[in-house]
Each structure stands twice: as structure tokens, then as C-alpha cells.
């Protein structure tokens, strides 16, 4: 089945830094979404994003879909930033959804 | 291993039917949820529950409603099914602190279609 990979596992940031979170995929997708994963274990939806680039505030996202990749990225972080970043994709029409391992962000204050 | 069980991977009704989802998790999580998956616009939260007798509404609750009696179930209830609550519904349960990645475990799924 399709591969789902994140990088880095792990980063600690200072409060104020950018991140560049990235979520590669080993086959052609017909969804990709980031999601952020607080402390709490509720998934919240950042971006839809199966190719382009889209902007939320502080937060942003472009997937390649054609280098089978996609970037995250957050500016000017906040110590409420931390938590997990997952990447999940969706192969064809009413596949399962398949998620990366994450991306955990500690962000210091 | 965690698991996760939905109580049918396929389920057609009719419109005006009640329906009910069920799911179950064997791990004593405190954490439960329900998404709807539907092509175009990816997973979206309808409700959680961090406790017995506890929820929360999440991004979509409009036409569903939850039932938490015990720890291991959360159901899912359409009082009213529509067409438009054609979609593929998820289950998921998690610890109370989620310390570590990967730590939201799904059930398989339930297809559901409203005719």
C-alpha cells in the first residue's frame, strides 16, 4: 500500500521561530490533509490540500503533487503551536485514509 | 494491540430512518470520535467525548447526535437520515494526553448510504 512518511519526528522550537514540516508520499494521491493534533488527542483539520499552495494566517501549505510531497509551514511560532502535525492521504475515491507517524513540535516559550 | 470495532462496514437506509453507529474500543481510552470522510473535503470532526456522559461538538454536528453511556462505546446517532449523510463514518479513540504520535487509533469504517 502507499507510504506515508514525516520529517523531522521530532523538533523543538523557540517561541517566535518558522518550522518546515514535510510529508512525503510513495504513490499519486487523490486527497492530502494536515492535521494538528493537541494534547487533548482531537484532530484538527489545517489544510485540504491535494496540490497548490494555501495560507491560514500563520500557517501554511504547498503540496507537489507531482514529486509526491508536501510542506507545512509555521511562522512566527507560539508555545500553542505544540502538539502533532500529521500528514494523512487518501489513494483513490473511498479509500481508507492513511496517516504519516507525525511530526511532534515543542515549541518553548 | 488497540482496537477499534464499528458495528457494520456497510449500512443502507432511508431517508427519514434513524440510524445508529456504533463504535467500540477495548484499550479503556477515555477519548472517543466521529468523522465523516467524503471525497473532496477529506476527514471532518462531527463530535468527541472525553469521558462518559461527556461531548463536545466538533466541526460538522448539524443532523447527528452522540451517546456516551459507557466508556468503551460511542455512538453515533443520524435521528433523521439524508441523503446528504451519504459518506464513509469513522471511529477513532484516544488516551486522555496524547504524549506521543500516532496515538489516535481508528476503527475501519462504516459506509453508509441513504437512499
Known amino acids: 500500500g502507499i507510504q506515508v512518511e514525516q520529517s523531522p519526528p521530532d523538533l523543538i522550537l523557540q517561541e517566535g521561530a518558522n518550522s518546515t514540516l514535510r510529508c512525503n508520499f510513495s504513490?499519486?494521491?487523490?486527497?492530502l490533509q494536515w492535521f494538528h493534533q493537541n494534547p487533548w488527542g482531537q484532530l484538527i483539520n489545517l489544510f485540504y490540500i491535494p496540490s497548490g499552495t494555501k495560507q491560514n494566517g500563520r500557517l501554511s501549505a504547498t503540496t507537489v503533487a507531482t514529486e509526491r510531497y508536501s510542506l507545512l509551514y509555521i511562522s512566527s511560532s507560539q508555545t500553542t503551536d505544540s502538539g502533532v502535525y500529521f500528514c494523512?492521504?487518501?489513494?483513490?475515491?473511498?479509500?481508507?485514509?492513511?496517516f504519516g507517524k507525525g511530526t511532534r513540535l515543542h515549541i518553548l516559550p | 494491540d488497540v482496537k477499534v470495532t464499528q458495528s457494520s462496514r456497510y449500512l443502507v437506509k432511508r431517508t427519514g430512518e434513524k440510524v445508529f453507529l456504533e463504535c467500540v474500543q477495548d484499550?479503556?481510552?477515555?477519548?472517543m470520535f466521529w468523522y465523516r470522510q467524503d471525497p473532496g473535503l477529506g476527514l471532518r470532526l462531527i463530535y468527541f467525548?472525553?469521558?462518559?456522559?461527556?461531548?463536545e461538538k466538533g466541526d460538522i454536528p448539524e443532523g447527528y447526535s452522540v451517546s456516551r453511556e459507557k466508556k468503551e462505546r460511542f455512538s453515533l446517532i443520524l435521528e433523521s437520515a439524508s441523503t446528504n449523510q451519504t459518506s464513509m463514518y469513522l471511529c477513532?479513540?484516544?488516551?486522555?494526553?496524547?504524549?506521543?504520535?500516532?496515538?489516535?487509533?481508528f476503527g475501519p469504517g462504516t459506509r453508509l448510504t441513504v437512499l
Open positions: 484499550m479503556d481510552h477515555e477519548n
Open positions: 494523512a492521504v487518501e489513494r483513490n475515491r473511498d479509500d481508507k485514509i492513511i
Open positions: 467525548s472525553y469521558d462518559v456522559k461527556m461531548k
Open positions: 504513490d499519486s494521491v487523490n486527497n
Open positions: 477513532a479513540s484516544s488516551p486522555p494526553l496524547a504524549g506521543i504520535s500516532d496515538t489516535q487509533y
